[in-house]
């Protein structure tokens, strides 16, 4: 098992890059749009906390929302986008199909095809739980889209010959698909950069160069958790 191409995992807040990115492609809402948590928001009976993060229960711009990684608002925001939406934006990043690649891969999941997609399920898939499984090579693809200015690329490896000191191929050609505009793509780093720049990935924002990233931690259901960064720099 090639855990890079072939594990899945819950990806937790990772996949609020993608859920971020549908709700403001459809301006469901905007950076600077104001959202309010009163300590939990209940969706059909459901409550989401917003004590996920310490900064989750009051009101602030929804950048802060992505910043902090606030379940409840997340939940709350993806309804509204609905099933429809969130389901265009995730199959456009290469959620529900293999991604092409070098070698085999396993198709990251939006959730199982037999499931009910009830409002519910919707909510908590939108922060990264729900029947989400993502390959890591997913979720770098993610991260990958939005820092090329929303265009997805093929990803490869390449197999490369030492002859003399020189690298000779073959470099497989790289077919393109554009995700997100290129507006809404710098909007996604600015959010990404101030997750790091708000302390909230140790490790990596004393490097000396600028990083948009974003954490993640997903239950896995027997007690223990998935622990995820996805990012990219210079993030200029």
């Keep these: 098992l090639n855990r890079a191409t072939q594990g899945l995992y819950p990806p937790g807040s990772t996949f609020k890059t993608v859920t971020a990115s549908g709700i403001l492609e459809r301006k469901i809402a905007t950076p600077e749009t104001i959202v ?39 939940a709350e925001l993806g309804v ?7 389901t265009d934006i995730a199959r456009r990043y290469g959620f529900d199909s293999a991604l092409d690649f070098t070698l085999e891969t396993a198709p990251s999941q939006l959730h199982r095809k037999d499931s009910k997609t009830t409002k519910t399920l919707l909510a908590s898939t939108s922060f990264g739980q729900g029947e989400l499984l993502a390959t890591p ?5 993610v991260a990958a889209t939005i820092a090329n200015g929303g265009v997805r690329m093929r990803p ?6 030492q002859r ?38 140790n490790g990596v924002n004393n490097l000396g160069v600028a990083v948009g990233g974003k954490t993640g931690t997903a239950e896995a259901g027997d007690g223990t958790s998935h622990a995820w960064f996805i990012a990219f720099a210079p993030a200029e």
């Excluded at 459901?46 to 997340?74: D, H, L, Q, R, W």
């Excluded at 090579?137 to 693809?141: F, R, S, V």
Aim: aromatic content about 8%.
């Design 137 to 141: 090579l997913q979720m770098a693809e």
């Design 36 to 74: 309010t948590c009163p300590g939990e928001i209940v969706i059909d009976g459901f409550p989401i906390s917003c004590s996920n993060t310490a900064e989750g229960v009051g009101t602030y711009p929804f950048k802060s929302a992505f910043t902090f990684s606030v379940n409840a608002i997340f």
């Design 80 to 86: 509204k986008l609905g099933w429809a939406g969130l």
């Design 156 to 161: 490869h490896l390449t197999l490369a010959e």
């Design 164 to 201: 003399n000191g020189k690298s000779l191929g073959p470099i497989e050609p790289s077919s393109s698909t554009r995700v997100i505009s290129d507006q809404l793509a710098a909007t996604m780093r600015e959010f990404m950069v101030s997750v790091v720049a708000n302390g909230q990935a």
